[in-house]
């Protein structure tokens, strides 16, 4: 095994552990061995985030253990932003994105949001536990050419459907392509809320709002 796959190994680990100055450490040397952020993300730090998950569920982890693991990953995502989200560019579009009511769950989410940066698009976060009317507003301000909202509960995901039905209040449905995403979310559920999009992760979120926007890469 050579030091880069090592390094993965140790990087799921460490994360797993919930051991943030090891992942921040590794993060580094990844990057100095040349090493993708994106590999480091894909490769190491979501499956470890997986694997908390699982543990979480078989009753192995509780809260806190998932908290530091969120820390560690917090840890690696700060050092991978600027990487990741290069600015200066001119906006090609404008996005809007929050964590629905209920849900405090923001990892996904922020990493949506650098990826959407990087791609050149000026993001609006509005956080974790967003009402509905919060939502409204955020699009009357900035006239976002979409709007994502993240859930990772099964409930918390029903909050899309009010949000949804907010925006159709307020006159602003045609205005925006609505994203809803988050782990228990399907391309299925968003189609029986009448979502516009649904993506699975970040990068495929990039690509297809491009693609519907008729914007080239
Ligand atoms: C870390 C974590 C926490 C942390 C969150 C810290 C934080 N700052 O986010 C803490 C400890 C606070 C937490 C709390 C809870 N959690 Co939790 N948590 C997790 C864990 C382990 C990882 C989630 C994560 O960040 N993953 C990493 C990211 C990168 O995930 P990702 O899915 O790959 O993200 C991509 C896509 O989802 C997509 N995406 C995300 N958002 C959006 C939005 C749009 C618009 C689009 C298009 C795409 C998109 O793009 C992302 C980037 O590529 C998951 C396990 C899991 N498998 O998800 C459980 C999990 C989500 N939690 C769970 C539970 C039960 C809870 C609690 C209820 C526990 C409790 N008893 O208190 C609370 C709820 C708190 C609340 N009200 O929200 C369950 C949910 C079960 C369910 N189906 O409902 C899970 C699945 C664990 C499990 N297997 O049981 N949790």
């Known amino acids: 095994m050579n030091r880069q796959e090592e390094l993965l190994d140790e990087l799921y680990d460490v994360t797993i552990d919930g051991d943030r100055e090891a992942v921040v450490a590794l993060t580094n040397e990844g990057l100095a061995l040349g090493m993708k952020p994106l590999d480091l993300l894909f490769d190491a730090l979501i499956p470890a985030l997986e694997e908390v998950g699982l543990l979480f569920e078989a009753g192995t982890f509780f809260v ?62 509005l956080g974790v536990n967003v009402p509905e009317q919060v ?23 029903p909050m899309f459907t009010p ?27 968003c189609d029986s809320i009448g979502a516009d999009g649904y993506a699975p992760n970040a990068s495929a979120l990039v690509r297809d709002l491009k693609t519907r926007l008729g914007i080239g890469s």
Not at 135 to 157: C, K, N, Y
């Open 64 to 125: 806190p253990e998932m908290l530091v693991a969120a820390g560690a990953m917090q840890g690696a995502m700060d050092v991978l932003r600027p990487l990741l989200a290069q600015t200066g560019a001119k906006p090609v579009g404008t996005f809007v994105m929050g964590t629905v009511k209920g849900d405090i769950h923001d990892i996904g989410k922020n990493l949506c949001n650098i990826m959407l940066e990087g791609a050149g698009f000026e993001v609006f976060d």
């Open 135 to 157: 939502f409204v507003e955020a699009i009357r301000e900035h006239r976002p050419q979409a709007v994502g909202m993240s859930a990772f509960l099964t409930t918390t995901i």
């Open 163 to 189: 949000t949804i039905e907010a925006i159709q209040q307020a006159g602003l449905r045609e205005e925006v392509l609505i994203y809803v995403g988050g782990a228990p979310v399907t391309q299925a559920y």
